[in-house]
């Protein structure tokens, strides 16, 4: 910034002034916190248990089409819509997820792959529906729009706080429950230690790591649910700006802890927001803001790998 001539403290400044300067900049903050925590605990939980997630961005559409086939298909009483709803989207995204949890566990496919791959087919499975069945009778290429009945209630007025921001802080709370106050959470957790002596203990290893891609896929199914039936209210192509993959990063940032997640959701989306009113302040370009969640990765990789060999040296 300084190369550039540009102040960088006025720079920072106007970016925690777009992101928490107010009632609606720290609703978009939230709104933009919202997918991308729930996307960080999908990442986070299937770590947990070994298994290398990158495919919450091809969940994330799948629960978005669930939501959009709901909210198209049917008009119902609120309450049982958005029920509908928020149901579907988890169960498809579970659906999608379940696919290469299972694979990994049982045959010992590459996780990363399969996931990453299945992130296009989800894409291109969306790019299909929008073209062909669920086309826009207008012509452009959009769904319809969701009955309004299936659109989730805004919590705070002139803002856009939706109930998808409630479900991504409960969902961390229950997240934080189950891994550290239940006994499936200490099976998730001793599989991702080690899986032979989870096996040994008498632990299934491929139903655990099944159901944990599950739920997995089912977070993030929940977040394309949001964006669909909180946000546009309606399927758009785009629906993500590629929150499934700055899941890997809030996961990261957030320990693998369900909470520490939920915080590091709320710094990206700050981020992301923020960097708006940064370009309009003083003329820094967005793109400087992935430069900074590049660096934050490469430091926090970094640091660990640092820090554990200081503490073997010491050791």
Partial sequence: MLADGINPI???????DGAFGGTYNFGETLAKAAP?????????????????????EGQLYLGAIGATWVGISLTLSQPLHIVLVICLSFLFGALYGTIPGFLKAKFRVNDILLTLMMNYLAIYLVSYLLENPWRDPSGI??????????????????????????????SAIAAHF???????GYKIRAVGQSPEAAQYAGISVVKTATIVMAISGGLAGLAG????????????????????????????????EPIGVLLAGIFLGALLVGADN?????????????VLESLVMLFLVGSERILSRLMRGHD
């Fill in 10 to 16: 006025l720079a920072y400044a106007s970016l925690l």
């Fill in 36 to 56: 991308l925590t729930l996307t960080g605990l999908a990442v986070a939980i299937a770590f947990k248990c070994r298994v290398w997630n990158v495919g919450a």
């Fill in 141 to 170: 290429v959009y769904s319809p729009v969701l009955s309004a009945s299936a659109w989730l209630p805004v919590l705070v007025p002139r803002t856009r706080i939706h109930m998808g921001v409630l479900i991504a802080i409960l």
């Fill in 178 to 184: 189950i891994l550290h106050r239940t006994t499936f």
């Fill in 225 to 256: 649910m949001g964006e669909v039936s909180g946000i546009q209210h309606r399927l758009m192509g785009d629906i993500s700006p590629m929150y499934g993959y700055l899941g890997v990063i809030v996961a990261l940032l957030g320990k693998l």
């Fill in 278 to 290: 940064m370009q309009r302040a003083v003329g820094v370009p967005v793109t400087v803001v992935y």
